[in-house]
């Protein structure tokens, strides 16, 4: 496909040096356009590193994380899955955790700058609207991509390019999105989800007795911990880095967490859902209503 409808971009983009960040509504290609430039960056001889910022529907690690992969070669671009280093943001949307999700992606580009050639980031399709203009105003101001390929149907992307170029003048180049790209059906989305979920939480299993002393957010004294049942969280191994995910389980008055990555684990970062091992089906909380009843 590289050499298909975004074949002289590609070419262009590949050899470059620095951060280049994706963006374009959902469906726009963003993920096949970032896939081709990572092959052509490693065809080049070139090494990349692919940041994926998409929560929900992703590709390095899984959903509710940010995720960073080093790609160097052929056999890194068919194992994009198998993150190099995880940043857990705790929701598949980015509206409610737009803090989150600016953290993690800026902290995965500074990790990876001067690591690669090449630091490509793929974001959500998140674009209009207060939260997504915000979100990705911020992302702008602390990733500082060198450029920005703006794939859009029609003149979509021009409110976000604009406001871009404005504040940040930064290097922007728009793409229409090529007119094979299919829109995604909700079922199929739903599907992915689950199975990258059922991925992260494959066997062997193990659960962990856990102290309500090792959470981020601390959790109120005297809470009934029986409302934190069903918690995604993510596992902290204590340098600020997430080793996986988490579900909790409260069950017999005892607290547990449910995971196949504890080895090393220092603390929980609490997600804003709740997920459903045996469906795989996500549901949103509050988390100020699970602790505080607000
Ligand atoms: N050039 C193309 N030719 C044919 N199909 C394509 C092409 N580019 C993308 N697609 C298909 O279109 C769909 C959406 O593409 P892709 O996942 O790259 O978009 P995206 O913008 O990353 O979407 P999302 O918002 O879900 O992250 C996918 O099923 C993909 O396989
Ligand atoms: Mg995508």
Not at 5 to 11: E, I, K, P, T
Not at 94 to 105: E, F, K, N, R
Not at 263 to 290: A, C, I, P, Y
Request: hydrophobic share 45%; net charge negative; aromatic share 4%.
């Amino acid at each position: 496909m590289s050499d298909g409808h975004h074949g002289a971009l590609l070419d262009d983009l590949a050899r470059r040096r620095g951060v280049i960040m994706l963006v374009g509504g959902p469906d726009t290609g963003k993920s096949t356009l970032a896939r081709d430039l990572l092959a052509a960056v490693v065809a080049a001889g070139k090494t990349a590193a692919y940041i994926d910022a998409d929560i929900d529907q992703t590709t390095v690690g899984p959903p509710t994380c940010v995720g960073l992969k080093y790609v160097r070669d052929q056999r890194d671009l068919s194992h994009l899955g198998q993150a190099d280093e995880l940043h857990f943001v705790g929701a598949i949307a980015p509206d409610s955790v737009i803090l989150q999700q600016v953290v993690a992606t800026t902290a995965l580009v500074d990790a990876a700058r001067g690591a690669a050639d090449l630091v490509v980031v793929d974001t959500t399709g998140s674009i209009s609207g207060v939260g997504g203009q915000t979100l990705k105003y911020h992302k702008m101001e602390l990733c500082r991509p060198d450029v920005v390929i703006g794939l859009q149907r029609g003149a979509e992307l021009e409110p976000l390019v604009g406001m871009f170029r404005r504040f940040f003048s930064v290097d922007v180049e728009t793409a229409e999105v090529d007119p094979e790209v299919r829109l995604v059906d909700p079922e199929v989305r739903r599907a992915h989800r689950a199975k990258a979920f059922a991925a992260a939480f494959a066997e062997p299993l193990q659960r962990w007795r856990v102290r309500d002393t090792v959470f981020a957010p601390t959790l109120p004294a005297g809470l009934d911990l029986a409302r934190l049942h069903g918690v995604l969280v993510g596992l902290q191994d204590g340098s600020g880095a997430c080793l996986g995910l988490g579900v909790l389980e409260h069950e017999a008055g005892v607290l547990r967490v449910v995971t196949n990555q504890g080895d090393g684990m220092r603390g929980l970062r609490l997600g804003s859902l709740r997920l459903d091992l045996n469906t795989l089906d996500v549901h949103r909380v509050r988390l100020g209503e699970v602790m505080f009843g607000l």
